[in-house]
């Protein structure tokens, strides 16, 4: 009986390792945007002129790093989140919710405690670097305020850059891929013959 390469499931594995071939290249790309991206933020880090506080969320990322002030003029909320200090101890950033003269808000990383208390702070003038916050920026605090002590500065090297071993996953998937078929299409053959 002569041996027949089954054509469904050949086109599905090389459709499969087309497509895991094809989010490889895609993570090398993000590699290099990515390695781009760190380099400008490290660019904008080192940028001593200050920029104006960004009002719309257009303007963040050509922002971020970027040293900045603005004015609280009344304090909306408190909180504490983890953070770290200058000095790489960790412990909580203290931060305040800030309502604007122009009716915006903004939230600013006041500085670092070892402990979840909150000092008393009544808002005011602030200085430091834009630092990203999920989908919004903060304002983290330099010199820190409400006596507390200078929170570590924003580092986009902090940031992760992983898309080289998540291409490499995506190749060691491909070839794992064709290996299993191999394999399979070399058992069938025996079990043909």
């Given at each position: 009986m002569k041996f027949r390469l089954p054509i469904v499931p050949t086109l599905l594995v090389a459709a499969a390792v087309a497509a895991m071939i094809s989010l490889g290249i895609w993570q090398l790309h993000r590699a290099d945007w990515k390695a781009d991206l760190l380099a400008r933020y490290g660019a904008a880090l080192a940028n001593p002129d200050p920029v104006a506080?960004?009002?719309d969320p257009a303007e963040y990322?050509?922002?971020?790093?970027r040293r900045s002030s603005l004015t609280c003029?009344?304090?909306?909320?408190?909180?504490?989140?983890a953070g770290r200090?200058?000095?790489?101890?960790?412990?909580?950033a203290q931060t305040a919710r800030c309502a604007l003269s122009d009716g915006g808000e903004a939230t600013v990383a006041l500085g670092w405690s070892r402990g979840l208390d909150m000092p008393e702070w009544q808002g005011g003038a602030v200085t430091g670097f834009i630092a990203p916050a999920g989908h919004e920026v903060r304002l983290v605090a330099a010199p820190a305020q409400a006596?507390?002590?200078?929170?570590?500065?924003?580092?986009?090297?902090?940031?992760?850059?992983?898309?080289?071993?998540?291409?490499?996953?995506?190749?060691?998937?491909?070839?794992?891929?064709?290996?299993?078929?191999?394999?399979?299409?070399?058992?069938?053959?025996?079990n043909a013959s």
């Open positions: 506080w960004p009002r990322e050509d922002v971020l790093y003029d009344n304090v909306l909320a408190r909180d504490a989140i200090s200058d000095t790489g101890e960790p412990g909580w006596g507390l002590q200078q929170l570590a500065r924003p580092d986009p090297n902090e940031l992760p850059n992983n898309h080289m071993s998540y291409a490499v996953q995506w190749f060691f998937f491909a070839a794992t891929a064709v290996v299993i078929y191999l394999l399979a299409l070399r058992k069938r053959r025996r």
